[in-house]
C-alpha cells in the first residue's frame, strides 16, 4: 500500500482500491476477460487481499485478488514498486496457491489452471512490451510445451501504447493515469468514485495506513536504540585498543556506521516480522536512511 496518499488522492493503481474496485463481480470479470482475451464463464468466489499461510514456519503470502473460475484460479496484483524480484514472487505465489487448491494426499490432477498476473506500472523486464507472457517450454523444441497449467503473466502500464489489442491498451492506459473515452475504463473510473464514497473502507484505509506508521516507528525506534547501542560499543572497543584519540575518533566513526547498519537491518527484521509487505518497507528505509534502491534492497535480501 502506498501510505503516503490520501484516500482522495488514491488510483486504480493503488493496491487497496484496486483489491475494493475488484469486488464488483461484473467488472472483475470484464477487466479478466480483457486482459486474458478470453471468456470467463463464472467466478466462484472473489475474495481481495487474501493471505496464503499454509505452515507457520512457510513465508505467507498476501494476494491483492485471488479469484477462482472452475477449474482455473487466478492472482490479479498490482505492482508499483520495482523491487527486481517479480519473476521469483510470481514462482512462489504459484507454488502457494497449488497448495492452497489441494489437499494432502489428493491428486496432481486436481490441480487447477493457474494465472499469475502482475499490473505494473514500469517495464519490469526492459523490453519495451505492453505485456509479457511466460509458459514452461522445451529449450531444445520451443513448439513442445509443458502444459501443466500455469501461466505468468506481467503488464507493462508505462509501454501501453505498445499493447497490440486496443481493450488492453485502453485499460493500461488508464491505470497509468491518462484519460481514456473506452467503455469499460468509464465503467471503472465510476466504480472508483463509488469505492470512494463509502465511509467505511475510507476509515478502513485510514486505519490500516495509521497502523502501518505506528508499526514503523515502533520498528525506527527499535532499530536506532539498537544501533545506538551497537555504536557506542564498538566505539569504546576501538578506542580502548588503539589507546589513542585518532584511534578512538576512528572507532567511533566505525562504530555509529556498524551500528548504523545493524539499526537498518533490525528495523527491517521487525517489520518483516510484523507482515508489512516488502515494498512499503523499502519506500521507508530509502526515506528514513536516505539509502539508494539498490542498497535498500540489500538489506531487504531481494
Not at 50 to 59: G, H, M, P, Q, S
Not at 88 to 94: A, C, G, K, N, P
Not at 209 to 236: H, T, V
Request: hydrophobic residues 30%; negative net charge; contains cysteine.
Amino acid at each position: 500500500m502506498q501510505t503516503k496518499e490520501t484516500w482522495e488522492e488514491l488510483q486504480i493503481k493503488n493496491d487497496f482500491l484496486f483489491a475494493k474496485v475488484m469486488r464488483d463481480k461484473k467488472i472483475c470479470m470484464t477487466l479478466l476477460e480483457t486482459l486474458l482475451q478470453t471468456k470467463v464463464k463464472d467466478i466462484v468466489y472473489l475474495e481481495e487481499q487474501k493471505v496464503l499461510d499454509i505452515e507457520k514456519d512457510a513465508k505467507s503470502v498476501r494476494l491483492d485478488v485471488y479469484i477462482e473460475d472452475g477449474d482455473r484460479v487466478f492472482d490479479l496484483e498490482m505492482q508499483t514498486t520495482d523491487n527486481k524480484n517479480l519473476p521469483e514472487r510470481s514462482r512462489y505465489y504459484q507454488g502457494m496457491i497449488d497448495l492452497n487448491t489441494i489437499e494432502k494426499g489428493e491428486s496432481y490432477k486436481k490441480l487447477k489452471e493457474s494465472y499469475v498476473m502482475f499490473i505494473c506500472t514500469f517495464d519490469p523486464f526492459c523490453r519495451g512490451k505492453a505485456q509479457y507472457t511466460f509458459e514452461n517450454l522445451c529449450l531444445e523444441d520451443t513448439n513442445l510445451k509443458l502444459n501443466d497449467g500455469t501461466k505468468k503473466i506481467f503488464f507493462n502500464t508505462s509501454n501501453y501504447s505498445n499493447a497490440q489489442n486496443e481493450d488492453i491498451r485502453e485499460f493500461l492506459k488508464y491505470v497509468n493515469g491518462e484519460e481514456s473515452n473506452h467503455l469499460f475504463v468509464k465503467q471503472l473510473e465510476y466504480k472508483v468514485t463509488q469505492v470512494k464514497a463509502c465511509e467505511e473502507w475510507r476509515l478502513e484505509y485510514m486505519t490500516l495506513r495509521m497502523r502501518e506508521e505506528e508499526i514503523w516507528e515502533e520498528a525506527r525506534e527499535e532499530g536506532l536504540r539498537a544501533g545506538r547501542e551497537e555504536g557506542r560499543e564498538k566505539g569504546r572497543e576501538e578506542g580502548r585498543k588503539e589507546g589513542r584519540k585518532k584511534g578512538r575518533e576512528e572507532g567511533r566513526k566505525e562504530g555509529r556506521k556498524e551500528g548504523r547498519e545493524e539499526g537498518i537491518r533490525g528495523t527491517v527484521s521487525v517489520l518483516k516480522d510484523l507482515g508489512i509487505p516488502s515494498q512499503t518497507i523499502l519506500i521507508k528505509i530509502q526515506e528514513e536512511y536516505n539509502l539508494t534502491p539498490e542498497i535498500s534492497r540489500r538489506y531487504l535480501q531481494i
